[in-house]
């Protein structure tokens, strides 16, 4: 389990699949590579492929709660563990935007991670318009190494050193 002031971050389990589910939304997923699933057995798949990267430590997702009543609020993740340069990621629900809750929980992941993992620095891809996105890179010293296109928008890369 990782804390910061208000939330909880721990390892996604089976247990919070039906919240997370009922989260994703095509308007959250605009400024996402993915789109939502199609139905809850699709998910199902998605999540089952969690357990074992989790388990496995090469690609962690982390649920976000907050602290006080427990409430679901996202997920982020630290991808890609074992490489030289692992990826950061996150999601908040939409009636939750405008908290800060992202970017608290990114710094939280990215201190954890360098804390446990051994790697150069951390990659943040996000769509150029997400500019929320874009603030939590900039908060933690990102610096843009490059630009494409994605199917959906343009992104931009962030190098976030560790911390």
């Known amino acids: 389990m990782i804390s910061s002031t208000r939330l909880c971050l721990k390892p996604f389990t089976s247990d919070d699949a039906d919240e997370c589910y009922a989260c994703i939304t095509p308007t959250l997923t605009k400024y996402m590579s993915w789109d939502p ?25 982390f649920v976000i709660r907050d602290q006080l009543n427990d409430e679901f609020l996202g997920l982020v993740g630290f991808h890609q563990a074992k490489q030289s340069r692992p990826e950061l990621g996150i999601w908040i629900r939409e009636d939750r935007h405008g908290f800060a809750y992202g970017k608290e929980a990114v710094k939280a992941i990215a201190d954890w991670a360098s804390r446990h993992f051994n790697f150069e620095a951390f990659i943040y891809p996000v ?6 996105s874009c603030r939590i890179a900039e908060s933690l010293n990102g610096t843009p190494i490059y630009c494409s296109q994605q199917p959906k928008y343009k992104s931009v890369t962030y190098l976030i050193p560790k911390i």
Do not use: C, G
């Not at 699933?37 to 090469?58: G, K, M, V, Y």
């Not at 769509?127 to 929320?132: D, H, K, M, P, T």
């Open 37 to 61: 699933p199609q139905d809850r057995n699709a998910f199902e798949n998605i999540w089952q492929t969690w357990l074992i990267t989790i388990q496995d430590e090469s690609d962690w997702v």
């Open 127 to 132: 769509a150029i318009e997400n500019y929320a």
